[in-house]
């Protein structure tokens, strides 16, 4: 049973991988398998993909970058639990000089 097509879901083609995207998602990552690591007692693994493209909706874009009050993304708990970011803050980070430092 696709999971998709018992949501009343409905997909767009991908451009770099087979498995189609959700078209009403603001954002998708198109993903290939890097790696699978076994942990613990069997069937547990942590799978790590690598993002081969993304599809951003155009009114999330301000600046050249995701308008984060914009998108309001959600984050996903434990069981049922879901959350919404309510602050946003902002830190400079500090420039890279490109040159170790030496004691």
């Known amino acids: 049973i696709s999971e998709i097509a018992e949501a009343g879901l409905t997909t767009l083609p991908s451009a770099l991988v087979k498995p189609p995207r959700i078209a009403a998602l603001p954002i998708s990552m198109e993903c290939r398998l890097a790696h699978v690591f076994e942990v613990g007692a069997s ?11 993304w599809h951003v909706r155009d009114d999330l874009i301000a600046r050249g970058r995701i308008d984060h009050a914009r998108l309001r993304p959600l984050g996903r708990l434990a069981g049922d639990g879901y959350c919404r ?10 420039t890279w000089t490109g040159q170790p430092k030496t004691s």
């Open 85 to 94: 970011l309510g602050e946003f803050l902002e830190f400079k980070r500090p």
């Open 43 to 53: 069937p547990h693994a942590i799978v790590v993909g690598e993002i081969v493209t």
